[in-house]
């Protein structure tokens, strides 16, 4: 037998001697509930629900009361052979349908087993007399069950009547992340979810499930009124009418997502601000309908909002940050990439209304200057992350008010920031010793000076883990080498630096043996012909 298997079934017998000594007299039982009548488990979360299938388990037949498992021919046609096949440690599959197989030559293959492991095969037998389901009370094993996740809840559904009733109760199902099963998710599988759960469910993930609709998430706000974290990106079929259920029923509501569900508008954040008053994240990027007069309800309904993301919503105005900035003085986190009509005024805005910003994208925003990166500087401390990527009017004079100023810079995403040069990296190198991410793409300015002082910074040693330099010209090897000292770099992006080579990264490699080094050398360019006296020139090249 496999030294794995020894050892979980000698914890088993331990387990079990626990039990046998323990005594009921001195655990306090609860009030037994009524045992919910049994049901099959494709009834439960509906028959388009792939979990059994990924299970890949027997279902249970609740007319023989016991599993239906044809146990693998190739145990053999005797009892000796069960035995044998148990005894030199054949694969699970073959002794788990030894263990659980109803049939009469398994029983007597069982009877065959050495004590230790019959006394293990009792204790975990899938009938309901099992010594498990009789020495732990009912809510220990619930309380068990709480931490296995779907799959895992629906293969023990289907051990025996007793584990059905407690991997399907409600109270197991605080937490249901479905986008594995996104491909199948019909909206009655989530009005099953919703009737099973109840006020128990907490949080729950339909990203990606392009099949649940406005009448199935009517149901869930009705039956789940105590949700607080509802993930519906990419559920397109989602419009007004979701959100208007999510107000009248789901007042607890504190996270949502509704990114690219484009048949959101204005009438969703109203209905949001009216009635979930404790949102505190909301992501409705890519609804491209939504404008000023959106922001400005939820604002003023959901005052205590932290994280807002408007990623291409490309209809708001420097109106809408004004009313963010009024309205929203616990904003950490904000989003407005490719929001192209944003400029300095609205900006500047959140910055003096919005004193606890931690993380700040703007890429994309190609109207804004140095007027941002100042007022950054002199409201928000704190900020740890800041991708201006694409802002080509950026300069060396407003990043370094910024470094000056915001030391607790953690990621900075300055592709195409054109204008930049190395008095930007000696900045950052003195004032930002927590810098992780730095993204240098398409700064042509760069040189292996900046890169120098970069790697003798205060954040070279512990904390710089990935620098992009990506179409970085005259980045050549000697960048490679300064970056040596950087114990903690993990990625390094070089693609199209076309100084670097080969030997170069070699050399990093051997100082820093786990970077992941991402470059492209092209090809090189083959040598005119030898053979022939033929010119290579068309007659019109000739005439020119």
């Known amino acids: 037998m496999p030294a794995e298997e020894r050892t979980g079934l000698r914890c088993c017998v331990q387990l079990s001697a626990f039990l046998s000594t323990g005594s009921a007299s001195t655990r306090a039982h609860a009030p037994a509930p009524q045992p919910l009548p049994y049901t099959n488990t494709h009834r439960h979360l509906g028959t388009s629900l792939p979990l059994l299938l990924a299970v890949g388990l027997p279902a249970w037949d609740p007319r023989a009361g016991s599993r239906r498992c044809r146990g693998p021919a190739s145990l053999g046609p005797t009892v000796a052979g069960c035995a044998r096949e148990w005894g030199r440690g054949g694969p699970a599959p073959r002794r788990r349908a030894l263990l659980l197989s109803p049939s009469p030559r398994c029983s007597e293959a069982r009877a065959a087993l050495p004590n230790e492991e019959r006394r293990c095969w009792q204790m975990f037998s899938n009938s309901d007399e099992a010594v498990i389901n009789k020495k732990l009370p009912k809510e220990l094993l619930l309380r068990i069950f709480s931490f296995l996740d779907v799959v895992t809840l629906c293969r023990c559904a289907q051990v025996s009547r007793a584990w059905n009733v407690l991997a399907l109760d409600g109270s197991n199902w605080q937490r249901i992340d479905l986008f594995d099963f ?18 128990f469910l907490r949080k729950l993930s339909l990203r990606g499930c392009l099949g649940v609709g406005d009448n199935a ?34 007042s607890k509501l504190r996270h949502l997502d509704l ?176 810098l992780q991410v730095l993204s240098l793409s398409h700064c042509e300015l760069i040189t292996d000076d900046g890169i120098r002082h970069l790697g003798n910074g205060a ?53 820093l043996p786990n970077i992941k080094v991402h470059a492209y050398f092209a090809p090189v360019t083959p040598p005119p012909s030898v053979g022939g006296s033929r010119q290579r020139f068309c007659r019109c090249c000739i005439i020119l």
């Open 217 to 250: 998430l009517r149901t869930f706000a009705q039956n789940c009124r105590n949700i607080e974290v509802l993930n519906l990106n990419g559920c397109t079929k989602t419009t007004d009418a979701t959100c208007t259920s999510l107000s009248k029923f789901c």
């Open 259 to 434: 990114a690219s569900c484009t048949s959101i508008t204005n009438m969703s954040l109203k209905a949001l601000s009216e009635g979930c008053p404790l949102l505190e994240q909301l992501n409705i990027s890519w609804c491209d309908q939504v404008t000023k007069d959106g922001i400005q309800a939820l604002v003023r309904g959901c005052g205590g909002l932290k994280a807002l993301f408007l990623k291409g919503c490309t209809q708001l105005e420097d109106e809408a940050l004004k009313y963010i900035g009024a309205h929203c003085p616990e904003l950490v986190t904000l989003n407005l990439q490719t929001c192209l009509q944003i400029t300095d005024e609205g900006l500047i805005t959140i910055c003096r209304g919005c004193h606890k910003l931690q993380s700040l994208c703007a890429s994309g925003c190609s109207n804004i200057t140095d007027a941002i990166l100042n007022a950054l500087g002199q409201n928000c401390p704190r900020l740890r992350i800041l991708e201006v990527a694409r802002c080509s009017q950026l300069t060396d004079v407003g990043f370094t008010t910024l470094a000056r100023n915001c030391h607790e810079l953690e990621k900075m995403d300055l592709e195409e920031c054109v204008q930049i040069t190395d008095s930007t990296l000696i900045q950052l190198s003195i004032h930002c010793p927590r």
């Open 459 to 511: 954040c070279a040693h512990d904390q710089l883990e990935v620098i992009e330099l990506d179409n970085c010209p005259l980045i050549t090897d000697a960048s490679l080498e300064h970056l040596k000292s950087c114990h903690s770099l993990e990625r390094i992006e070089l693609y199209d630096c076309q100084q670097i080579t080969r030997a170069g990264i070699k050399r990093l490699r051997t100082h």
């Open 182 to 199: 996104q491909r199948d998710i019909e909206g009655r599988v989530v009005e099953n979810i919703s009737k099973r759960c109840g006020g």
